[in-house]
C-alpha cells in the first residue's frame, strides 16, 4: 500500500503547516501506525513555538514535532511481540509525530484497552512523565504533598499522588487550569497568582507539613520554592524536611548547607529509563532485577489507570482541531493559555 505521509512542521518564525514526504521505510522493532489522534504538549513543544515567534532565526530549520499520539498498527518488522496489524496502540517519542502515518520503536507503543478511546490514549506520553516524577517522589501512604502547576503533567501527577493515598494540595496562577483540575477530582486547590500560598497550604496540612512537592511548571521558580520550603515539615533541630522533585523546565537558585535544611531536590528525566535509548526503544529490555518501571511499563499503568477510571484525562481535553488547521491550535496554547489546556489534533487520510 502506497501511503501519502503529512506531518506537522514548525518553521524559523514559529508557525506550523502541514508537509508531505515519503514514507520512511521500517526498521527492526518498529510499527508502523495510522494515527487516529495526537496531543499536543502545552509546555515543552509550545516552548519552542514560543521561543521561535519571539527571536525568529532565519537560518533555524523547519522542524517536525509531536509525541503523543494514538493510532491503529499497519504492520510491523522484525520482532514486535505482541504488537499485531489491526491492534490500536497508544505511542510515544520521537516516532510519534503529528502526522497521520508514523513508524514507532516497539517499546513505545502499547496495546489499548477496549474500554479507552483514542483520545484518552494519547495522554499516554505525559501521562508516564508524570508518573515517573511521582516514582522519583516516593510517596508513602498518607503523606502531605504539593504539585505547583497543574497543566496536563501537574494535574496527571497530583491525580497519581492522591492515588497513593498522599493528601495533595495543587498550586496554579491560572484559574481555567483550577476548573479543570476540580473536575479531575483534586479537591484542595490554591491559587497562588499575586500571593504567596504557604500560609493556606499549612493550614490544610495542620499539624503537619508537605513531606513532598512537585515542580511542573517551566521558569524562574526560586520564589515558588521558597514558598514551598515554608510548609515542609520540620525535624526538632529545626532543618526543613522532605523531597522536592523538579519535572517540569523550571529553574531553582539556592543556597546549600542549613539554608535549605535536609531537603532532598531530586530531578525527574521523561517517562522512565529506556526513552532515547535506541537499543531499548526497538525492544530490548533492561534487566528486571536492575530497573522495575521502565518506560514501557510506565505507559502500560497509565492506559490501565485511564481503563480503570481511576485515572480521568477527558476533562483536560478542551479542543479538538483538524491537523489541516495547525497554527489555530498553537494560537490557543500561546495567546490562550486561560481557555485552552488539551488540544489534540484529529488526523486526516
Same mark, same amino acid.
Given at each position: $500500500? ?20 515519503? $514514507?520512511?521505510? @521500517? ?20 516552548? !519552542? ?21 494514538? +493510532? ?13 496489524? #489491526? ?12 502526522? =497521520? ?29 508524570? !508518573? ?8 508513602? !501512604? ?8 497543574? #497543566?496536563?503533567?501537574? =494535574? ?17 496562577? =491560572? ?7 476540580? !473536575?479531575? +477530582?483534586?479537591?484542595?486547590?490554591? =491559587? ?25 511548571? #517551566? ?20 532543618? $526543613?524536611? +522532605? ?13 546549600? #548547607? ?73 494560537? @490557543? ?17
Amino acid at each position: $500500500m502506497k501511503i501519502k505521509r503529512r506531518m506537522i512542521v514548525i518553521d524559523c518564525k514559529g508557525r506550523l503547516s502541514l508537509r508531505e514526504e515519503p $514514507m520512511p521505510a @521500517l526498521k527492526d522493532g518498529e510499527v508502523r501506525v495510522e494515527i487516529v489522534v495526537s496531543l499536543v504538549s502545552p509546555g515543552t513543544e509550545m516552548n !519552542l513555538v514560543k521561543t521561535r515567534r519571539a527571536k525568529p532565526d532565519p537560518d533555524a530549520k523547519d522542524f517536525p514535532f509531536g509525541y503523543s499520539a494514538a +493510532g491503529v498498527v499497519l504492520e510491523t518488522k522484525g520482532d514486535c511481540g505482541e504488537l499485531k496489524p #489491526g491492534m490500536r496502540v497508544a505511542c510515544m517519542g520521537g516516532g510519534a509525530q503529528h502526522a =497521520n502515518y508514523d513508524n514507532v520503536p516497539v517499546n513505545l507503543a502499547v496495546p489499548i484497552p477496549d474500554s479507552v478511546s483514542f483520545e484518552q490514549a494519547s495522554y499516554a506520553c505525559l501521562g508516564a512523565t508524570a !508518573l515517573q516524577s511521582v516514582r522519583r517522589a516516593e510517596p508513602k !501512604l498518607g503523606e502531605n504533598g504539593i504539585v505547583l502547576g497543574l #497543566g496536563i503533567v501537574g =494535574n496527571l501527577a497530583s491525580q497519581l499522588l492522591s492515588l497513593s493515598g498522599v493528601h495533595v494540595v495543587g498550586w496554579e496562577t =491560572n484559574p481555567f487550569r483550577i476548573e479543570v483540575a476540580k !473536575l479531575c +477530582g483534586l479537591l484542595s486547590l490554591v =491559587n497562588s497568582k499575586g500571593a504567596d500560598p504557604s500560609e493556606a497550604t499549612k493550614r490544610l496540612f495542620a499539624p503537619y507539613g508537605a513531606e513532598l512537592a512537585i515542580f511542573a511548571f #517551566g521558569g524562574q521558580a526560586t520564589k515558588a520554592y521558597e514558598s514551598v520550603a515554608k510548609c515542609m515539615c520540620v525535624s526538632g533541630d529545626g532543618h $526543613m524536611m +522532605g523531597r522536592a522533585v523538579l519535572v517540569g523546565g523550571c529553574e531553582i537558585s539556592l543556597l546549600g #548547607g542549613a539554608h535549605n535544611g535536609n531537603i532532598d531536590i531530586r530531578v525527574s528525566s521523561r517517562t522512565g529509563p529506556g526513552y532515547h535509548d535506541p537499543v531499548y526503544e526497538h525492544g530490548r529490555s533492561y534487566p528486571a532485577c536492575f530497573v522495575q518501571f521502565d518506560t514501557l511499563r510506565n505507559i502500560k499503568v497509565i492506559t490501565s489507570l485511564i481503563a480503570a477510571g481511576k485515572l480521568l484525562v477527558d476533562p483536560m481535553t478542551s479542543h479538538r482541531i483538524p491537523m489541516t488547521a495547525p497554527n489555530e491550535a498553537a494560537d @490557543l496554547l500561546v495567546d490562550h493559555p486561560d481557555k485552552a489546556l488539551g488540544v489534540i489534533f484529529k488526523m486526516e487520510h
